[in-house]
């Protein structure tokens, strides 16, 4: 049999940092690539950790912004390990509060990264999921505040059951070209880029979880979003509440959700609890 083989994306700092070192000690057993855009912060990253004791961690580089770059990193895994077993989509960003830009920009550069990085990932590696394969896409509760501030109608969008990958897309667009035109409040959308990039991923999670569902039923796959709380990195500044190791508990409980496992799975999970949408 291959050996075994988790992804986690963004992990030069951070929550990712610390999903790839809870994996480590969860006691995964395979390899776990850290994967980073930059090189040199992956390789010092790596590093850290192998004095720490983690030797099964691997870097690859990968920048979820660039689909060149997640087609390298899936051929990599089909001719180094023939599949994979587990994916944290953990990468992220933000502009700060203070932040200067204007809304549209803004929006349009968060959903680039959150949702459609998210996304040009997925469409590289979801389709070498080995059976029992789990996959996290790191959310926040940010999206569920977020869902609540839209109106009526676009609720009902989100939260049809029979959305589809397609039709998220068109919403999200709509979003970032409502922000451009600065009409996207009088649309009904909520005033925040980064919460509307959340809906979207946390929507995404759920649209792929019926997927898998549908075309792999006897396979086990189990894939979810989850928020890992207010969590003290470079994103959410350090008067956050928790530590990045406690930040990773959750999606490190989702990747190594036990084989045979049947749920959680196309939710949306924070403090290993599934949260109503
Ligand atoms: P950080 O800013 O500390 O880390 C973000 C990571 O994502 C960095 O490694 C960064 O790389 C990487 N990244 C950004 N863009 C890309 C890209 N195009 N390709 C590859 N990697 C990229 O943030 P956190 O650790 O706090 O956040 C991790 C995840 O958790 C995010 O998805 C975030 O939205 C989510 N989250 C965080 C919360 C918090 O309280 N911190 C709360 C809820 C959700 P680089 O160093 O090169 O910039």
């Known amino acids: 049999m291959s050996k075994k083989v988790a992804v986690v994306t963004g992990a030069n700092k951070g929550i990712g940092l610390a999903i790839v070192k809870g994996l480590c000690k969860a006691g995964f057993k395979g390899d776990i690539l850290l994967t980073a855009r930059n090189e040199k912060l992956g390789q010092e990253a790596i590093a850290g950790l192998q004095a720490e004791g983690c030797k099964n961690v691997i ?13 390298k990193l899936k051929k990599f895994l089909e001719e180094k390990y023939g599949g994979l077993d587990v994916l944290v989509n953990n990468a992220g960003m ?4 203070s932040a200067t830009e204007p809304f549209g920009e803004q929006a349009e550069v968060t959903m680039r990264t959150n949702f459609w990085g998210t996304l040009w990932v997925c469409h590289a590696l979801l389709p070498i999921l080995r059976p029992n394969a789990r996959v996290v896409n790191v959310s926040s509760f940010v999206s569920k ?12 969008k989100f939260r049809n059951k029979d959305l589809s990958e397609e039709e998220l897309c068109l919403l999200m667009g709509e979003f970032v070209h409502a922000a451009q035109t600065g009409d996207h409040t009088a ?7 980064y919460g509307t990039t959340k809906i979207g991923v946390t929507v995404l999670s759920k649209i792929q979880a019926r997927v898998f569902s549908e075309t792999r039923p006897g396979d086990g796959i189990l894939l979810n ?14 008067n956050a ?5 406690e930040g990773a508990e ?18 949306l999970v924070w403090d290993k609890t599934v949260q109503e949408w």
């Open 59 to 71: 870097f690859h580089q990968l920048d979820i912004c660039n689909q060149g770059s997640s087609l």
């Open 241 to 245: 509440s928790k530590s990045p190791e």
């Open 225 to 238: 979003a989850c928020c890992p709380g207010m969590v003290r990195t470079d994103m959410a500044g350090q």
């Open 187 to 193: 649309q009904g959308w909520p005033n925040t880029a």
């Open 94 to 97: 933000a502009f700060k509060n």
């Open 145 to 156: 505040k977020s869902i609540d501030q839209c109106n009526p109608e676009l609720q009902a």
């Open 250 to 267: 959750t999606p490190v409980y989702l990747a190594m959700l036990p084989e045979g496992a049947k749920e959680p799975h196309g939710q």
